[in-house]
């Protein structure tokens, strides 16, 4: 509050259950380097993939905010530390 209070209230929601990068976390064999979008599982296969193994959305989760907060507010966390610069300006 010294400074301002906040100029920007987001909720992050990223979206697990067609997301490839969840589907790798889940134990999905997709090659990210050479994706295609209409290949690999389909819905009803991802979808049990996301049900059957919490634990891999947990970890994309994880991953996903970490990758939003460094890449967007360039915020990084150790276990000892956050380590923190300028954010990065958006242009639409």
């Known amino acids: 509050m010294f400074l301002s209070p906040p100029l920007l209230w987001i909720t992050i929601n990223p979206c697990d259950l067609h997301d490839p990068i969840a589907q790798v976390f889940a134990g999905e064999n997709i090659d990210m380097n ?10 009803d296969t991802r979808t049990k993939n ?5 634990y891999a959305l947990a970890k994309f989760f994880h991953f996903m905010i970490r990758a939003i907060l460094k890449t967007l507010f360039s ?6 530390k956050v380590n923190s610069s300028e954010g990065h300006i958006l242009e639409v």
């Not at 050479?34 to 819905?43: C, E, K, N, Q, R």
Request: proline share 10%.
């Open 50 to 54: 996301v049900a059957n193994d919490p």
């Open 75 to 80: 915020i990084e966390s150790t276990s000892y």
């Open 34 to 43: 050479a994706f295609i979008a209409t290949m690999g599982p389909d819905a």
